[in-house]
């Protein structure tokens, strides 16, 4: 089975089956450590939001152009805690999701990656933070609508 088909299914099944608080991910650009990688990181993906007091969970699904200019689905769950909650939102904590990365050499990759998400009313930045995976990675920061 394909890479691709793997995430599709799991996004599939990591959402939860009930009608609730939906938005769409415009994924955008992302900043390196490190020059001559691919910062136009565009994409779509979905999102589904409980929030229950200061704990926030996000079940997440998409697809973007990666750093190395490969088409990357992931899917997961993002686990954060409400630290500001005001006309201004700003939410810390980490998204749990499988990634495909065909430059990699494997069809499926986990991540564990922090994240901030600063909001207003019904839009939202996520600045998402990836480590060096790899010799031939850089660090960088993927910013999302």
Do not use: C
Request: net charge neutral.
């Amino acid at each position: 089975m394909s890479g691709n088909r793997v995430a599709v299914i799991l996004l599939l099944v990591s959402m939860p089956a009930h009608a609730g608080d939906w938005a769409v991910q415009v994924n955008a650009v992302s900043w390196h450590s490190e020059p001559g990688y691919n910062e136009a990181n565009t994409g779509l993906g979905l999102q589904y939001s409980a929030i229950d007091g200061r704990a926030v969970k996000r079940y997440v699904g998409g697809t973007l152009i990666n750093s190395m200019g490969d088409r990357t689905w992931y899917a997961g769950v993002n686990y954060g805690y409400r630290a500001l909650d005001t006309a201004v939102t700003a939410d810390i904590g980490v998204v749990a999701e499988l990634i495909t990365y065909p430059s990699s050499g494997k069809s499926v990759l986990p991540g564990l990656l922090p994240v901030v998400t600063l909001g207003v009313a019904r839009a939202a930045l996520n600045f998402v933070y990836i480590p060096r995976i790899a010799d031939k990675t850089a660090e960088a920061v993927l910013i999302q609508l």
